[in-house]
């Protein structure tokens, strides 16, 4: 027993990396439409709708971790654990074509969503005067930083959140096979 736990363990990082490559080309692609779609309604609307995508990679990538290497039994922290993996390795390609493009592309990119961070929280007036000016006085992240926090620790975060969701719905689910 001991050594199919180490071997799950084993399978865990290699099929989270492997999956997290896909994962990580699905995210890039989304991000093109980002850059690509800031003028074109039609890109920004199908940006919106691959945003199901992520849940449903996430779903599809536990379903096949848990068939092919753990016997279709997965436990929720083995389930979280590969789920943060994913996220983690998908977030490395993203990370790159993002800081590819605050960097070299658009440089002029992290200061205008810096510029419209700001404005949004001027329209909550709830916030209060001091909090304002703590805003204010925030520098404008460099490119590694932008990236480090917006792609990094938000995917991780979002992938934790979701894995929350989506491990145990994995864990319920069972393919029906027909041995006829």
């Known amino acids: ?43 920004r609307g ?10 449903v990679l996430l779903f599809y ?6 068939e092919k290497f753990l016997n279709d039994t997965i436990g929720f922290g083995h389930g979280i654990q590969f789920s943060i993996l994913l996220f983690f390795f998908g ?15 658009d440089p002029n990119f992290i200061v205008m969503m810096h510029d419209v961070a700001i404005q949004a929280a001027q329209s909550m007036p709830f916030l209060g005067e001091t909090v304002m000016s703590q805003l204010a006085e925030q520098p404008i992240p460099s ?5 480090f926090r917006n792609v990094f620790a938000v995917n ?11 491990v145990p719905i994995v864990q319920r689910f069972k393919i029906v096979r027909n041995e006829s």
Do not use: C
């Open 91 to 105: 977030s490395i390609l993203e990370a790159l074509i993002v800081l590819f493009h605050v960097k070299w592309i």
């Open 1 to 43: 027993m001991n050594q199919n736990r180490i071997e799950n363990k084993s399978h865990l990082l290699q099929y989270a990396m492997h999956a997290g490559i896909f994962l990580g080309v699905f995210w890039a692609l989304r991000y093109l439409l980002v850059i690509f779609g800031a003028d074109n309604l039609a890109l």
């Open 61 to 66: 990538f536990l379903k096949n971790y848990k």
């Open 143 to 147: 490119p590694f930083m932008y990236v």
């Open 46 to 55: 199908l940006n919106s709708l691959l945003s199901i995508g992520t849940p």
């Open 156 to 166: 991780i975060f979002i992938g934790l959140l979701l894995s929350l969701i989506i």
